[in-house]
């Protein structure tokens, strides 16, 4: 499954061949690093679990992995967790600058949604109903709520407000 899903993402994320273009590097060395891929493995394994056997459950990983590769790019941002090193790699900003680390994540966002929007191999309702669970993940009540009350949640939050912050950081995309 492993093997499957890094040529998929690869695809996906095509080296343009162009060493001016920084942005297409930024993504793939956001995307494509070492990594254990736990989210987009677990989805697979669920699935095919429940009996899913859609070619299109690879492609909804890689648009896991994608949303997941663009947290952290934003995540490691001085302005947010000032990170030099991701994966004993260093981080998309210092590789690249702030301001194309910046656009490789919204790029990544933008292709993960373009890639559960082309998807064909299934029915018009669940491709849209994966497109909403994805944007809500994402989003204010999700992800972008997780990283916002870590960095603005104060120095005496509570064991319960970090595991709560936690679960929208990590838990949303597992879920």
């Known amino acids: 499954l492993r093997s499957e899903l890094e040529q998929r993402i690869g695809h996906f994320l095509s080296d343009s061949g162009d060493k001016q273009d920084p942005l297409t590097s930024a993504m793939r060395a956001a995307t494509l690093s070492t990594g254990k891929r736990m989210r987009?493995?677990?989805?697979?394994?669920?699935?095919?679990?429940?009996?899913?056997?859609?070619?299109?459950?690879l492609d909804a990983a890689c648009a896991v992995e994608m949303v997941h590769a663009a947290s952290l790019i934003l995540d490691d941002m001085p302005c947010m967790d000032d990170a030099k090193l991701r994966r004993g790699n260093p981080t998309v900003h210092i590789q690249f600058g702030e301001n194309v680390a910046i656009l490789a994540s919204v790029a990544l966002l933008s292709r993960a949604f373009h890639i559960l929007a082309q998807t064909q191999d299934i029915s018009p309702l669940t491709r849209t109903r994966l497109i909403s669970a994805?944007?809500?993940?994402?989003?204010?009540q999700g992800l972008v709520r997780?990283?916002?009350?870590?960095?603005?949640?104060?120095?005496?939050r509570s064991?319960?407000?970090i595991a709560m912050t936690n679960e929208l950081k990590t838990g949303v995309l597992l879920g």
């Open 146 to 156: 997780g990283q916002f009350e870590d960095l603005h949640g104060g120095q005496k």
């Open 134 to 140: 994805l944007a809500e993940t994402i989003g204010a």
């Open 159 to 161: 064991v319960d407000d």
């Open 40 to 57: 987009p493995l677990l989805l697979m394994l669920v699935a095919r679990d429940l009996g899913c056997s859609s070619p299109a459950l």
